[in-house]
């Protein structure tokens, strides 16, 4: 990755840890004040707690020198009045940091005793081109107050372990983003299945000519009892999947899948049919056959396809009844 790449890549990190930050920014350019990729906790943005990911895309592991004058860029800022002190300090460096720069980070109080007595020496003359900026009496009350806790390094390992830099991952750089595991229906009928099913039921009506009240009472019909038990299998195989895709942060990819899915199907839903139970059959059987794209098609069982249509239906997105 280039320097530019690098901040690209932290800024959908970051911005997949919604989350976490009410607004992402990214900062480029001579003008960043030392910030890279910007988290906001809350709307005050820069005039209240914010997380500074400073984006270091070196050969190596970062020199001690660098790190101390990225710090001091930004509390220097800071003390100018530009923005609050962050809450938050974060070393993005794919090759870690040197061992010297990483022991100080895990001692807080000698990172702050560091960064003072080296200031004249990595950081004076790294924050503005051609001038030697001293630690004044506001840079000093900033850098005494400043809680040098909330400095830490990202390292590869660490973003492969939070789901949003495993969803990052799969968008640069196409990593499988595994299985997901299979759902099953409970015993009883929860509420959030009543829209599909009730439609199920009516469905079944239809074709027997006779009313269904409520799903115990199609649970010992030679046909429709074995019916529903499978179509409640695939909604909560469907409702497995993607919550865990989206437990991952990897909701532009279910929108996708469900998108190919909706379009897939819908010239059949909108064909004509002897009845709502054939139209649901039918869909079903398309559904089937129906190959999505994206990362995760490799991954959307038959089950999980037949069942986003009954999610569908319960979204109103398709209907089953008779046009």
């Not at 932290?10 to 890279?36: A, M, N, Q, S």
């Not at 983003?177 to 009730?198: F, I, N, S």
């Amino acid at each position: 990755m280039t320097d530019t790449d690098l901040e690209q890549f932290v800024r959908d990190w970051v911005d997949l840890k919604k989350k976490d930050y009410v607004e992402i920014e990214r900062f480029t350019g001579p003008g960043d004040r030392g910030r890279d990729v910007v988290g906001y906790l809350t709307k005050k943005r820069h005039e209240g707690p914010w997380h500074n990911y400073q984006c270091k895309q070196y050969g190596k592991a970062i020199p001690l020198g660098l790190g101390l004058s990225e710090l001091g860029k930004v509390l220097y800022y800071a003390s100018r009045g530009e923005f609050t002190p962050p809450t938050g300090f974060y070393f993005v460096a794919p090759r870690n940091v040197v061992r010297t720069l990483r022991e100080l980070i895990s001692k807080p109080s000698e990172l702050q005793a560091v960064l003072i007595a080296q200031w004249d020496e990595h950081c004076a003359k790294k924050i503005i081109d051609k001038q030697t900026i001293p630690i004044d009496a506001k840079l000093q009350t900033v850098i005494e107050q400043w809680d040098f806790s909330q400095v830490s390094v990202v390292t590869v390992d660490r973003l492969l372990a939070d789901p949003a830099g495993h969803a990052v991952m799969v968008k640069w750089f196409g990593k499988d983003p595994g299985a997901a595991p299979l759902g099953k229906a409970p015993a009883g009928l929860e509420t959030r299945e009543m829209p599909y099913v009730r439609q199920l039921l009516d469905a079944y009506s239809e074709r027997e000519a006779q009313e269904f009240k409520d799903h115990e009472a199609v649970k010992d019909h030679a046909e429709f009892g074995g019916h529903l038990a499978m179509q409640r299998e695939r909604f909560f195989d469907a409702d497995a999947f993607s919550r865990f895709y989206r437990d991952n942060t990897m909701s532009e990819e279910i929108d996708v899948l469900n998108n190919d899915m909706l379009h897939g199907v819908i010239d059949v839903h909108r064909g004509n049919h002897n009845d709502s139970l054939s139209r649901c059959d039918a869909v079903m059987a398309q559904a089937a056959n129906v190959q999505p794209s994206g990362v995760l098609s490799r991954y959307a069982r038959v089950s999980v396809k037949q069942g986003l249509c009954h999610h569908f239906a319960n979204e109103g997105r398709l209907l089953w009844g008779k046009k």
